[in-house]
């Protein structure tokens, strides 16, 4: 068995064998509003849901030059913006979005994204994007030396691409989202394509419990 102590890598190689190992992850493409007035886009993998009761996600922004990007300075100023998943369709836009832009540029005009006005934020949203939550922000959590900066974020509204949920159940159809999502190394990505079930285990003497 191979064994590394993180004390002896450098962050680079933390990085490596972390985002190479936990896999896949869901891409989060955030929308944000500058000081400005200018709108950012920005994907991160670092992403997943929090809880319920209220609903809440969060993200990780991780400086790559010791430096937050315009996603969080924006929110730091405007503690609003809108996750969307991304898609096979969406992709390559998302892609786009993922370049080292200077401070202050769209990232959405430039990637050709076209947007909608949400309902409870000021962020705009991205209709291309099969799933919107739109987040007022919660908590920034600063950790390790760095600092990463985990953004809790409160889902306030939630959009779907119509035919991806079942109103009545609340069934939300994976086929029809069609998430990508992000693997080991630069520029590798999967999709949902192949899936399996396992019902929970009822052991004797334990109440089953739901969730």
């Not at 936990?22 to 400005?36: C, E, N, Q």
């Not at 739109?134 to 974020?153: A, F, M, Q, T, W």
């Not at 119509?162 to 109103?167: F, H, K, Q, T």
Request: charged share 25%.
């Amino acid at each position: 068995m191979a064994s590394f102590d993180p004390d002896a890598l450098e962050p680079r190689q933390q990085y490596k064998l972390m985002s190479g190992t936990i896999i896949p992850r869901p891409i989060a493409l955030v929308t944000t509003l500058g000081p400005d007035g200018v709108a950012n886009a920005a994907p991160f993998s670092l992403f997943n849901m929090v809880g319920v009761d209220p609903p809440m996600l969060m993200f990780s922004l991780t400086p790559r030059t010791g430096e937050v990007k315009d996603t969080g300075r924006n929110i730091e100023s405007l503690p609003e913006f809108v996750v969307h998943i991304v898609d096979e369709g969406v992709k390559e836009k998302m892609n786009i979005c993922s370049a080292d832009f200077p401070p202050g540029t769209s990232e959405i005009d430039f990637a050709g994204l076209r947007t909608a006005s949400s309902i409870k934020v000021r962020p705009p949203r991205l209709v291309e994007c099969p799933a919107q939550f739109e987040c007022r922000l919660i908590d920034i959590i600063k950790v390790g030396r760095r600092p990463n900066h985990l953004v809790i974020g409160e889902v306030v509204m939630m959009h779907y691409r119509e035919g991806i949920v079942d109103p009545a159940k609340f069934y939300v159809d994976a086929a029809r989202l069609a998430p990508i999502g992000r693997l080991e190394g630069a520029g590798m990505y999967t999709r949902v394509t192949d899936r399996f079930q396992m019902g929970r285990p009822e052991i004797p003497g334990v109440p089953a419990t739901s969730g």
